[in-house]
């Protein structure tokens, strides 16, 4: 007969696993929305991607704050206020009319997600304590996430075939109340009571240092990337940097151990799971507009053509939760990291008219598998460092390095090829006989060059090739990235022999349940 504890584990499961699918769909579901956005709202280049960016930048320089608060004031409370907040500010962004306001949403929206996302891992951590049964919960979460990161533009497409922008945020608030219940019913309380006082210090730091390298990233195109300004801005974001270590070193109680990427093993797993949310979210910034605005297709084919991309994130997340304590993390994540770079290199060699059968399905093919590869086997490592009491800072310092990753995935991707469009765009137009202000409207925009190219095909021809030139340096930049990294993990990540220093201490966990597993 199965015990309570044998029947609750799955449902707990299931239910973080929910949570977690709602806020990394909330990553990418508005992808897909990006031209209408960029028609109905007026919204030029840098306003789609602070759109896409607000709320990963919110999410990542909050998270390894949310994942202590979690252990020390409760996971469920925690879960709970997170779910309810992101399912508020949802409905809200579905009812402005401006760039601006859905931008300010998309942060807030970002607060909530970087509380809900380090406590469902944290979860995990502290119900499955086992090390091979922890690992193949973790390849469950890791497809749960990849797939609402890669699912997002196909639950996009198919709202905006049918409705308007505005359903792509209603939808979000369902699928959160469902979460809401089934914490209610079924994810028992846990803490660490022993967890110190927030490092306030620190925090500042940290959000002060990613917001000011993210904003100078996103404004570099239109600055000038040799600007005094963006050089300025480097500068200070580093000096930031350097700032926050000094003070995470000194601080009685940091917010981030900084001694911990003293380990290889430890920076090397979070700087493979940074690569490769660099790599997918920039990807899906361009693709979905490759697929609309070059291809024509709706939205809903558009999101429908990203499925093999997510199926291949699922399977590989699954597959590599279950091979990595078997071959070792090393194996795993540097054949994850070299399949994914392949696949880049690939992508930066096509054309307009590539064939989505014959060429695209197999690169997304390649990408899927080596990012599902990468992402579980990586988290898996993160989560040994560290015993199941202290969860919520393994979980946050992972979800960190995804949301790190992710917003500068977008910030970098986008501005090289914003960049790279301007700049190829305004030599093939130059002397064209365009008005210098749609010429500059158009640089500025692909949906404006879109526009103008309905009824001018110079113009459509050159947004072509000046989008294609902007795609491939793109790819290039994070195929390059990929095989540094799979260089990087080959040398330092654990093998198959490499005990975990959780394993090692045995490390009990501090639960106060108010139900019984």
Sequence with gaps: MSSPTAIRKPLVLVTVCLAALTINLDTTIVNVALPDLARELDAGTRDLLWIVD???????ALVLAMGSLSDRFGRRPSLLLGLVGFAAASGVAALVDSAGALISLRFVMGVFAALIFPTTLSIIANTFRERGERAAALGAWGASTGMGVALGPVAGGWLLEHFTWHAVFWALVPVAVLAIGMTLAFVPESRDPGVPPLDLPGLGVSIAALGLLTYTIIEGPERGWSSAATLLGFAAAAALIALFVAVERRAEHPMLDVSLFADPRFSAASGAVTIAFFSLFGFIFLITQFFQFLRDYSP????????????????????????????????????????????????????????????????????GLGLGLVSTAATESIMQVLPPSRAGVGSAVNDATRELGGTLGVAVIGSVFSSVYASRLGDLLSGGGLPAGQLEAAKES?????????????????????????????????????????????????????TPPADREGGDVLLETASTL
């Design 300 to 367: 809903l084919g558009a999101g429908a053509r990203t499925i093999p991309v997510a199926a291949c994130i699922a399977i590989a997340s699954i597959v590599g939760g279950l091979i990595a304590p078997r071959l070792g993390t090393k194996t795993v994540v540097t054949a994850g990291l070299a399949l994914l770079g392949s696949s880049f290199l690939w992508i930066s060699t096509g054309d307009v008219d590539i064939s989505y059968p014959t060429t695209i399905v197999p690169q997304m093919v390649l990408m």
């Design 54 to 60: 607000g709320y990963n930048l919110a999410f990542a």
């Design 446 to 498: 692909v949906g404006v060059a879109d526009s103008i190219g309905a009824s001018v095909p110079a113009v459509r021809l050159a947004m072509e090739s000046a989008f294609m030139d902007g795609l491939s340096t793109g790819c290039l930049v994070i195929g390059a990235l990929c095989l540094v990294g799979a260089a990087g993990a080959l040398l330092a990540l654990p093998g198959r022999r490499w």
